[in-house]
């Protein structure tokens, strides 16, 4: 089976600064990969698939990258707002859509 | 304008059968190429897929749920359906409906969530 592996877990930071996070696929996934974000009792957001296309209605201080295994989700400047946690998720590879364990980004 | 929405027990019994359906309101389930799915996410914990279906009826499961997890598709209705047989403690969770973009796509829609208890 296929594994999604986020890292961080947890994440400090301040209004401004720049955030990356990353997700490891345990197997090549292309670049079949969202991002999601979810705040405390919401429901989760899309902000990116196909590693890299922000989602309509997206900020766009966020960014994706990567391809096969490897991914990051940057927050260029990061803003009140953005506090929450950051689901990785891998779709239309071996007919499973598996997320990461998620990263929390907190106020440092 | 595209809704889902969650419906069924928020208590169910240990070994017994959870329920819910998801009524899908702005698109005709069975003239789309899109694929549904459930998640859920336990207290305090992250989100787990548990299957997908296309507008078809085939139907995907992920692989630790797949002994005890059905979904079935309603046309008719506009609706599609889980159940989750020999509930624990452990299956206690806000369990989502969402649609995903055609072809295997991420979920872009997503229901409000319902909670679901499994407790005697």
């Known amino acids: 089976d296929i594994q999604m592996t986020q890292s961080p877990s947890t994440l400090s930071a301040s209004v401004g600064d720049r955030v990356t996070i990353t997700c490891r696929a345990s197997q090549g996934i292309g670049m079949w990969l969202a991002w999601y974000q979810q705040k405390p009792g919401k429901v989760p957001n899309l902000l990116i698939y196909q590693a890299s296309i922000l989602e309509s209605g997206a900020p766009s201080r966020f960014s994706g990258s990567g391809s096969g295994t490897d991914f990051t989700l940057t927050i260029s400047s990061l803003q009140p707002d953005d506090f929450a946690t950051y689901y990785c998720q891998q779709y239309n590879t071996y007919f499973m859509w598996r997320f990461g364990q998620g990263t929390k980004v907190e106020i440092k | 304008q595209l809704q889902l929405h969650e419906s069924g027990a928020g208590l169910v019994k240990p070994s017994e059968t959870l329920s819910l359906t998801c009524t899908v309101s702005g698109v005709s389930i069975s003239s789309s190429l899109y694929f549904w799915g459930w998640i859920r996410q336990p207290p305090g914990k992250g989100l787990e897929w548990i299957g997908g279906?296309?507008?078809?009826?085939?139907?995907y499961y992920e692989p630790s749920l797949e002994s005890r997890v059905s979904l079935s598709v309603d046309t008719s209705k506009n609706q599609f359906s889980l159940n989750l047989t020999s509930v624990t403690a452990a299956d206690t969770a806000v369990y989502y409906c969402?649609?995903?973009?055609?072809?295997?796509?991420?979920?872009?829609?997503w229901g409000q969530g319902t909670p679901v208890t499994v407790s005697s």
């Open positions: 279906l296309s507008s078809s009826g085939r139907t």
């Open positions: 969402a649609r995903a973009l055609p072809d295997f796509g991420p979920y872009d829609v």
